[in-house]
C-alpha cells in the first residue's frame, strides 16, 4: 500500500516547494502557459519606491548625466515634448517646473534649466540634460558625465508640479 502512495505524496511535496517558492499562482501559470504557446514573456518587477519631491532649495552635487538622443521628441513627464536643443532637463526630487543653475565643478561652466521630466534612473547621477545644455556647460558626448552642482533658483507654487 505504500508503494501506491508513494507517487501521491511526492507530487504533494514537489507542488508545496513550489508554492513556497512562490511559483505557483495566477501569474506563474500564466507566464507558463506564455511559454508553452512560444510567446516572449515578461517579466514583471517589484514597485519602487518613489523618491519624495525636495522643495528645500537647498544646493545638491552629484553627477549629471546627457539625455540619449533616441528621446529627442518624445513626451516627458510635464506633457511636452523633449526638444535636444532647449534647457529642459530631468531630476527624480526637483518639482517638475522648477528652474535651476546647473554648474559643471570640473570646468565651472554653467547653465540654467527647466526640470521638465523624472529621472535619471541610474544610481549616483541627480540630473539628467539635453545634449545643447550640456554641450554649454562642457560635457562632451564621448564622456557623457560630469559632477555637477544644481542650485534651485525658483520652485512652482505647491500642486503645480507633478506628484505635489
Do not use: W
Not at 502557459?33 to 532649495?57: C, F, I, M, N, Y
Not at 559643471?104 to 529621472?119: C, F, H, P, W, Y
Amino acid at each position: 500500500m505504500h508503494q501506491r502512495l508513494a507517487p501521491y505524496c511526492f507530487r504533494l511535496l514537489l507542488l508545496a516547494s513550489a508554492v513556497a517558492a512562490g511559483s505557483v499562482g495566477p501569474a506563474a501559470s500564466a507566464l507558463a502557459t506564455d511559454r508553452e504557446k512560444g510567446e516572449a514573456t515578461v517579466e514583471r518587477e517589484t514597485p519602487v519606491a518613489r523618491p519624495k519631491l525636495d522643495r528645500s532649495g537647498r544646493k545638491r552635487v552629484g553627477v549629471a548625466s546627457v539625455y540619449a538622443r533616441r528621446f529627442a521628441g518624445r513626451k516627458m513627464a510635464d506633457g511636452t515634448r523633449m526638444d535636444p536643443r532647449d534647457d529642459n532637463a530631468a531630476s527624480k526630487t526637483l518639482p517638475l517646473g522648477t528652474e535651476a543653475k546647473v554648474t559643471n565643478l570640473e570646468t565651472g561652466r554653467s547653465a540654467n534649466v527647466t526640470i521638465q521630466d523624472r529621472g535619471p534612473y541610474v544610481k549616483g547621477r541627480i540630473v539628467d540634460l539635453s545634449p545643447a545644455t550640456a554641450e554649454q556647460i562642457g560635457i562632451t558626448p564621448k564622456e557623457g558625465v560630469a559632477k555637477v552642482q544644481v542650485e534651485p533658483i525658483t520652485l512652482p507654487p505647491r500642486g503645480e508640479g507633478a506628484r505635489d
